[in-house]
């Protein structure tokens, strides 16, 4: 009964999380966004008390719960690793899986590397490591084009039905250095976790560790009677988190992730999920001591990191084909309005790319720059940044963009638009004013030179506020004439 009830809860929410990333409309997230703010990095680094001290709860009271029912990358292991079981079965091999030592070396290596990672602000790093992060970039890279692809097929349908039910959707490649770390992730995962079930959530992942932490001590756990118990070592063979020690009556309560199979699996009633704190059989397993010095290390190293965030404050009307836009050299990136800073911004970025996946304009996508590769850049190719839309501020999940109404966004300048005279279309005797024309913000003017003639844009650079439209609109290729370069501080002067 234990494990149909957590099958359940762990399908709605990866069925959930995956949604939210596949959707372009919006339309989910008012129902499913609080899925991704229970998520355990984007809590941390939105500072969200009440989500880490509720998952912390959550785990002393019933182990990892989370890392086989809240964590999407986690459940998707226990799919491929129940596919291979399945497979294995049927070959009559009841040994899909044996007891293997907790590998400490890795696993709290790679954990305080990611901790140090946060502190020096490597979010590069950060991101590679984090399972939210990982699962994000794999839908949104490699299964939303599909979702596109398949919902512009049902466009193409409903136009010629005169129906409005769906509507076409671009389907383009964001980032290619970012699509082959998504599929490299994907690849690394499906391996591991058919062959050896949770290797990644135990070796590699830092969300899982920290949170062995808090699961040695959990108030419900699997026990093993040892009178009961008759060595048939069924339960050992089945447990993908490898944490099962018959031979000596053990579990290794830090690996295990309370996905119940021992639980159905043992015939003889030895193995039951109940209140376990102070009983002689859940003594921890051997050589623990590893990871207690590693939580002491983690705790001095979060203090330090309090005390240094403390310290911060197509085709033409002919037939001509018209070139495709370049982006533009930019000095400082453009991150979205409802970032108090470029720097608060990807401090708290977790690369997860819902807002890249979310965004109607094709505004956002995952930057190329080593200092904060993956993590969402603006820049309008493709797009601009409409002042009616706060898509991307209703849904991060880590507080690296803030909740704004339309009329706050006005108030975000995330960018100045500079003119590059040469290549404006203005100075070969071609009138425009397109810039003039689409700027919401009406910091764009059509000055005459009184020696040409011709009516140049200036710009008002105290009322622009960055969004893109003049650069998006400027008919120059492939660099336009205007570009927008960003600012450090969006509520202040730079």
Not at 225 to 233: G, I, P, S, V
Request: charged fraction near 20%; hydrophobic fraction near 40%.
């Amino acid at each position: 009964m234990l494990k149909k009830i957590r099958v359940a809860l762990a399908i709605l929410f990866w069925l959930g999380i995956t949604l939210l990333f596949l959707d372009f409309t919006g339309a989910l997230h008012g129902w499913l966004g609080w899925m991704a703010k229970v998520q355990f990095l984007p809590a941390v680094l939105a500072l969200n008390v009440a989500v880490i001290i509720g998952l912390v709860l959550l785990t002393l009271v019933f182990g990892r719960i989370y890392c086989s029912v809240i964590c999407p990358l986690g459940v998707f292991q226990d799919g491929v690793a129940h596919l291979n079981v399945a497979r294995k079965r049927k070959k009559k091999d009841r040994k899909p899986y044996s007891f293997s030592p907790e590998m400490k070396w890795l696993r709290y290596g790679v954990w305080v590397l990611f901790v140090i990672a946060i502190i020096v602000g490597v979010q590069a790093l950060v991101a590679l490591l984090a399972p939210y992060s990982a699962w994000g970039r794999i839908v949104q890279n490699l299964f939303q084009p599909v979702y596109l692809w398949v919902n512009n097929l049902f466009a193409s349908i409903a136009e010629r039905a005169n129906s409005y039910a769906f509507y076409d959707k671009e389907v383009w490649l964001r980032s290619l250095p970012t699509f082959f770390v998504a599929l490299v992730t994907l690849v690394v995962v499906v391996i591991l976790a058919w062959k050896n079930g949770r290797t990644y959530c135990n070796t590699i992942c830092p969300v899982g560790t920290t949170l062995s932490f808090f699961s040695r001590f959990a108030m419900f756990r699997p026990v093993i009677d040892a009178e009961k118990c008759k060595n048939c070592k069924v339960c050992e063979h089945n447990c993908k988190a490898a944490c099962i020690d018959i031979d000596r009556h053990k579990i290794d309560y830090s690996r295990c992730v309370d996905c119940f199979n021992c639980l159905e699996d043992c015939k003889f009633g030895a193995l039951k999920y109940k209140f376990a704190w102070g009983r002689k059989e859940v003594t921890e397993p051997a050589g623990n001591d590893g990871g207690r010095r590693a939580f002491i290390t983690g705790a001095a190293l979060a203090v330090g990191t309090a005390a240094l965030k403390a310290q911060e404050k197509k085709v033409d009307g002919g037939f001509a084909t018209i070139l495709d836009k370049e982006v533009p050299e930019r000095d400082i990136p453009l991150t979205p309005p409802g970032s108090r800073s470029v720097k608060d911004f990807y401090r708290r970025c977790t690369a997860c790319q819902l807002c890249v996946a979310e965004c109607p304009n094709n505004v956002l996508r995952p930057s190329t720059d080593l200092k904060h590769f993956m993590q969402p850049e603006m820049s309008y190719e493709r797009g601009y940044c409409r002042p009616e839309c706060t898509r991307c501020s209703e849904l991060c999940p880590a507080g690296a963009i803030v909740k704004i109404t339309k009329e706050e966004k006005t108030q975000y300048h995330v960018g100045t638009a500079h003119v590059n005279p040469d290549l404006c279309v203005v100075e070969k005797g071609v009138e425009c004013g397109n810039c003039a024309r689409h700027c919401p913000a009406g910091a764009i003017m059509l000055v005459k030179d009184e020696e040409t003639g011709y009516r140049r844009p200036v710009v008002n650079e105290e009322r622009c506020i960055g969004c893109g439209a003049c650069e998006n609109l400027c008919p120059a290729r492939p660099i336009s004439a205007i570009t927008v370069n960003g600012r450090h501080n969006h509520l202040n002067e730079d």
